[in-house]
């Protein structure tokens, strides 16, 4: 009987003869499309089935009470289904997706094929105020990575495959095909080529064709443009684009500040509590901050904003609009802070959904604002407003315009806010670049130069490995060895022009000698005695430190100094050399490799 591996290899030698390369990555970016289709079916329905469980059969006359208990209840169940079944760290989607593609080469664990299959519709479900669409993509892009391994596809491929996750991925929560390919190509910088742009589309087709064979015609944001747009409503939409950049920076900087004082608390079980505490408070003073929030701003949209506020804890009037203004603007103030609590509190979760309903709310509260102000004779389209505020927030939140914009069009169904979709996105995001010049799926790898971004040069530099360049066939020379010790043990032995002076017991680099410091004095065995090795040594003209220093970096550090050699150090100690001929031949190998 064939084992499991003779099968594989029979497969592969057949799929060498007859399927050429092209050809099966698109075979390959179908199969991604299925299976993103399918984590997309299985973490909604899984999530759905926790609340339906949780709001309906089991708390119907204690709802209230039960919103401040859910959230610890479900941070405290995470963290179990971590610890003792997946046994790995689940990180939050995208975000852990861009460093596996940025620092791992694409090469995702298994246990990611699972890990958010399990723990965001815990999160979700019991309360936690984040969304579905991030775990969704991480699920797909470890699918689709462990796929590329069986497989045996290169690096690039890897990459392109997980970008046909994601697309497939938002393509079938969203039923937006064309803002899902566009999404992929935005947030995980693809290049928009023939090679690339026809396994994205296939993943994301036939995603969608999972998600209508599943969910028939259900949209998640069912809604049709009644109000057209008009010339003159283009001043309020550069309005609300300067309030999306706003909402944009307070939306980060919640986020990021949140996160650091997580960061410090170091007892997972004290973050469990202290941010369950925070999270179940909120939702059971703020009931609407409960789960994804998509049930809002389809009220928003249908203009029943009284429905989505009627059970607030004042119990405050929904008639008067100034009343459910205010209470609106609390949504938008406390949601981000809702969702922060969340991530630091353990939950496994996404912003995307976090944005939109921020969006949705602060465009129907600016149209409230300015319809109800008495400044003006005229009144303009809240559902418009709402639509178009979700755009200028996921603009400027997600560094993703071109996504905004599209994904609005296709789930409205029609193009007639194309032009207020851009002027709003076109704000949002040209004034949050000024104030934070990554989103917040990439603060982090930003900060540390790990980014892969649309630049060319700097993408390959990123993916370039360090060990890669690091040369060690440099013969070590010692402070107190003589000019007759250098000639005969290091310069004999030596086919380098260069040899660094390190400490003998401790390592660390002192300095280098160039053969050229002692090519005048080499031959006269007068000096051999006379000279040694700190006499003629000389500084470095740069360092290159192993742990700190990026590809970037080292490019920069050789331009500056004009040097042809570096010597490497980790720790102060010395580790071996840089030469610019090996950084350039490795350059260019990875560039014919990506561009391939």
């Known amino acids: 009987m064939l084992s499991s591996k003779k099968i594989l290899k029979k497969i592969f030698i057949w799929r060498y003869k007859n399927i050429s390369q092209r050809r099966f990555v698109y075979i390959l970016s179908i199969l991604v499309g299925f299976t993103s289709g399918l984590a997309a079916l299985i973490l909604k329905n899984f999530t759905h089935y926790i609340q339906s469980l949780l709001e309906g059969k089991l708390v119907q006359h204690y709802h209230k009470v039960f919103y401040f208990l859910f959230p610890i209840i479900g941070f405290t169940l995470v963290y ?10 689940v990180s939050h989607g995208i ?15 298994q246990y990611q094929m699972f890990g958010s299959l399990l723990t965001a519709p815990i999160t979700i479900g019991f309360g936690g105020s984040v969304g579905l669409e991030g ?12 796929i590329s391994r069986m497989f045996h596809v290169n690096q690039t491929t890897r990459n392109l495959l997980i970008g046909c996750a994601a697309a497939g991925a938002l393509s079938a929560i969203f039923k937006a095909p064309i803002a899902a ?24 087709l036939s995603a969608i064709i999972m998600s209508y064979f599943f969910f028939g015609n259900d949209i998640l944001l069912p809604f049709r443009i009644e109000d057209k747009f008009t ?55 703020i009931p609407p901050l409960y789960g994804e929030g998509f049930d809002v701003i389809n009220n928003l949209v249908a203009g029943n904003p009284e429905k989505a506020l009627e059970n607030n804890f004042f119990n405050l009037e929904t008639e008067n609009v100034w009343i459910v203004i205010g209470l609106l603007i609390g949504l938008v103030f406390f949601k981000i802070i809702a969702s922060s609590l969340t991530f630091g509190a353990g939950g496994v979760g996404g912003i995307f959904a976090p944005t939109l309903f921020m969006g949705s709310i602060m465009g129907n509260c600016l149209a409230k604002i300015i319809n109800n102000s008495g400044f ?24 993703a315009p071109l996504t905004a914009i599209f994904l609005i069009a296709e789930i409205t169904g029609g193009y007639e806010l194309f032009i207020p979709l851009m002027i709003t996105s ?8 000024y104030f934070h010049p990554h989103s917040v799926y990439a603060m982090e790898l930003g900060r540390k130069g790990e980014l892969i971004t649309h630049d060319k040069d700097h993408a390959v530099l990123t993916l370039m490995d360090m060990d890669r360049v690091i040369e060690n066939n440099f013969v070590e020379i010692y402070p107190e060895m003589t000019l007759g010790e250098i000639v005969h043990e290091a310069v004999v032995k030596s086919n380098r022009n260069i040899f660094p002076v390190v400490d003998k017991e401790t390592k660390e680099l002192l300095g280098i000698l160039l053969l050229d410091d002692i090519r005048p004095i080499m031959f006269d065995t007068t000096l051999y005695n006379s000279v040694k090795a700190s006499d003629v040594m000389q500084d470095p003209p740069e360092i290159v430190e192993l742990e ?5 970096d080292i490019m920069k550090k050789f331009q500056d100094s004009g040097a042809w050699n570096l010597p490497v150090v980790n720790n102060n100690q010395y580790h071996g050399f840089i030469s610019k001929s090996k950084l350039l031949t490795v350059y260019r190998r990875k560039l014919i490799e990506v561009t391939s």
């Open 231 to 285: 010339v003159s409503d283009v001043p309020f939409y550069i309005v609300l684009g300067l309030v999306a950049s706003l909402t944009s920076v307070y939306f980060t900087e919640i986020y990021e500040r949140i996160q650091k004082i997580f960061d410090n608390i170091g007892s997972p079980f004290k973050r469990i509590v202290f941010g369950g505490i925070a999270i179940g408070i909120l939702v059971y003073f």
């Open 80 to 89: 179990l289904v971590i610890k003792y079944i997946i046994r790995g760290t």
């Open 95 to 109: 975000p852990s997706t861009l460093f596996a593609i940025s620092k791992r080469k694409g090469i995702m664990k």
């Open 548 to 552: 700190e220093d990026k590809m970037t």
């Open 376 to 399: 003006f004779s005229f009144s303009i389209s809240e559902s418009n407003f709402t639509l178009v505020g979700m755009a200028g927030l996921m603009a400027g939140v997600l560094h």
């Open 135 to 146: 775990p969704t993509v991480a699920t797909s892009a470890a699918i689709s990575s462990n």
């Open 181 to 204: 390919i566009i999404f992929a190509i935005e947030v995980f910088s693809l290049d928009l080529t023939i090679a690339s742009m026809l396994p994205l589309l296939l993943a994301s």
């Open 426 to 433: 076109a704000i949002s995001f040209g004034v949050i670049k």
